[in-house]
């Protein structure tokens, strides 16, 4: 990438999300530290030229870090008083470099950094659904993300996600996870009607019936510890609307 190109167009953006009422730093340039403090590979200050800069907004939840470095990689920061979760992307031509800072603006304003429990990394969305996903316990619902094919594969070779290390913060913006894709799912708590969760040799599941007459399958792999995490943690809520 052109930094010096793709500085002026981040200035440009800057000067509209200034007049959009948003809050916007200069232009930030020079050989520095990664943004991303998680990333073992940058804990070392960086011999990579950048350009950076910091948006929040009234009302935002968190505040948008973008830094790009001349090799094209993108590191997106969501930063709240408490905690930061950092997402590496990949931009080659200065409309991606565009798209990706409108399309982070739009996610920053809508997303809030909650705390969720990663219980199963097999999660499909039924038989027929092959590709494995992540399922959360958030705080207020169940949280489907579809992984892929790379993911699906990998996930043969290890035995299941540890229930010991398994919360995260987790950048939720409820319009994107499902405009992602068709299998990604958003669970209300407040809305189960019913739900049964089974248990099986290699595989196991829960049903789901909405209050407006949804239903949902969602299955994982029996080393998931999915049953018995989602078991402690909806039969408070669920009482006897809950099967086991």
């Known amino acids: 990438m052109d930094l010096e190109a793709a500085a002026a167009q981040l200035d440009e953006h800057r000067k509209q999300w200034v ?4 809050s916007a730093s200069p232009v930030l340039r020079g050989h520095q530290e990664s943004a991303d403090p998680d990333d073992p590979e940058e804990r070392e200050p960086s011999d990579k030229d950048s350009v950076a800069v910091e948006v929040s907004g009234p009302g935002w939840g968190v505040t948008l870090m973008l830094e790009l470095e001349a090799n094209g990689r993108v590191h997106v920061g969501f930063m ?29 304003s809508r997303m809030r950094l909650q705390h969720g429990q990663l219980v199963a990394r097999t999660c499909t969305t039924g038989w027929l659904d092959w590709i494995h996903g992540n399922l959360w316990v958030m705080p207020n619902c169940l949280l489907r993300t579809r992984s892929g094919l790379l993911d699906t594969v990998a996930n043969s070779y290890v035995s299941g996600t540890s229930a010991r290390k398994s919360g995260h ?17 958003i669970i209300p708590f407040d809305r189960i009607a019913t739900a049964r969760l089974h248990r099986g040799l290699t595989t196991s599941g829960l049903t789901v019936l909405m209050t407006d007459g949804t239903r949902h399958k969602l299955l994982w792999r029996s080393s998931d510890p999915a049953h018995r995490l989602l078991k402690d943690r909806l039969l408070p809520i669920l009482g006897p609307r809950l099967t086991t």
């Open 80 to 108: 709240s008083e408490t905690d930061s979760v950092w997402e590496r992307r990949r931009v080659r031509t200065p409309g991606e470099w565009g798209a990706l800072l409108e399309r982070a603006v739009g996610r920053a």
């Open 19 to 22: 007049a959009d009422g948003l």
């Open 169 to 185: 913060s987790v950048a939720y913006d409820p319009a994107a996870v499902l405009a992602a894709h068709r299998t990604n799912k």
